[in-house]
């Protein structure tokens, strides 16, 4: 068959099943696949492929069932896409040729920041680099130079619509990253990412110490008589960027100071002894229908590790609880002889309506222009003023969990407000806000570790790379990878060689070598021999390297 009549066949395919059967009628014209070329097409699905499965991918050729470049030729493509510490260049490059051709709707929204727990590990690579301490980028401080990594802190941006999630950039730190060095983070990955083409409105972050301290950095703050919840835009003037908290850290907050002290609100005292026993009356008799079905003893009294799950805190606030006190009104009220139930269920009732307001996944309970979700946030956050005014600071949540709310909350009407009225918005997904993203993240990354829940950093940024990388990779629906990003994910050699070698050639023949040397240095070509460095190793090294020499 002729390459005319073998393109005309193929052309009532789709590009997807096109690639493969031209490489399999490729590879029937040669003796063997060694030394073939591929498509970038072609190699872009291939490492896709084998990614998401590499026990797939080596079932494939074995059984000759389709032609696929051998897994020694796949990182040679990869060379350009390097996995490093703090914020890639090389991510940006392929970012940026993926927004030209997203809709500014996918392009508008957040980035998500928080660590993982690593394992400390020194790991000696090829180049005789030793990897596994503390890497911050530009923010790296002498003295943490010799200090082994334990955490990874990651910048994620999180669109408010479409399924494009990104990895921006990450950091290892010993312990956790300091407020001073967090705030830096924030302003360069949101520069970077306005550079390339994605437009961040919304910081969210969880409830730690040093959150809130980046916070102070900021002048963001949350009283009764004045609540800052954003700032100027540091990429535009006309634009401000908000701060949150996660939200369902905080429920986790509010079910704390319910089930450990109680609160007093305007209506009464909210107490958990009332669900108690409301719950205790539910499960008297096995036999009978129950009210609370899905209620256990880790929802009204969870222990140290429980306290921790999102999920038990969301059930202290449905409306089986609810459905619960209403049932047993008298039999609890007989018991808890201090007040009546009717204050507890009033909260309940209250917290269960700002979670369905602010946890919106579809389009349904999203929150629009006068729906209400709209007004649920607007009247808990005028509630949260009444209630510190009526109780003061005794009986009331605390400081930090105030705050947090007042906050948050704030960040999201105001996020609202400006994507409907200025970004042409209909309406608001509420979860798009919230860390679950990242959590999810941070769970395919302690899955991709086998049976050790706190990967090293080697494989910490091995794995992140391979999810970054997936993310680019990935064709829009209806639609394939642009020629451009498969240009800047993609690459056979480095870009260095093609750019000057013919100038080190020219050098080389006329025998100026300091020449050579400053033109490689100009170039930061030098930066894998680092034979000259005069730093003195750490004692951990000299241990580690001697570790092998005793073998």
Known sequence: MSEEKLQESLAGLPEKQRQPVQACFEASK???????????????????????????????????IMVLPRKRC??????????????????????????????????????????????????????????????????????QNTETCDHGLVVLFQPFSGNFQQILGVFGSHSSVKAEV???????????????????????TDAASWNRSMWRSFGIRGAADKTVCKVQHPADDNRSLHFLLDFPYLVKCVRNCVVSTGLHIPEGCVRMDVVKEAWKCDNRDVVRLKAMPHVTKAVIEPNGCEKMKVNFAFSLFRDEVLRGLYAYCDDVERICVHGSSSETACYVKRMSKLIAATTSRCSRGAMRIGSISHTQVKCFLAYLDAWEAHVGKLGFL????????????????????????????KYLLTARLSQDPLENLFGILRQMSGINDHPTPSRFLLSVNSLSFCSLAKAPANGNVSTALVSSL?????EWPKQIQGKLDELMDVGCLNAVNEVLESCDLLRDHDATDSTKSDSRVAYYVAGYVAR
Request: proline content about 3%; glycine content about 8%; hydrophobic content about 35%.
């Open 30 to 64: 040669r003796k063997g696949t060694q030394g073939m070329k591929y498509s970038q097409e072609w190699v872009l699905e291939c490492i896709l492929m084998r990614i998401k499965s590499p026990k797939l991918y080596e079932h494939i050729p074995r059984h000759n």
């Open 74 to 143: 796949l990182p040679r493509y990869m060379k350009g896409y390097k996995s490093s510490f703090c914020l890639n260049e090389n991510i940006f490059a392929a970012i940026t040729a993926k927004t030209k051709d997203m809709d500014e709707f996918e392009r508008h929204g957040g980035i998500l920041i928080d660590e993982m727990k690593l394992s400390e590990c020194l790991k000696v690579t090829s180049n005789g680099r030793i990897e596994g301490f503390v890497d911050l980028g530009p923010h790296t401080t002498t003295d």
């Open 182 to 204: 967090l705030c830096k983070i924030i302003v360069d990955a949101t520069l970077e990412a306005e550079k390339a083409g994605l437009f961040v409105d919304f910081v969210t």
């Open 398 to 425: 605390t400081p930090g969990t105030a705050e947090g709310l007042q906050v948050t909350l704030a960040s999201t009407l105001s996020l609202f407000d400006y994507v409907t009225t200025k970004r042409g918005y």
């Open 490 to 494: 993609l690459s056979t050699s480095s």
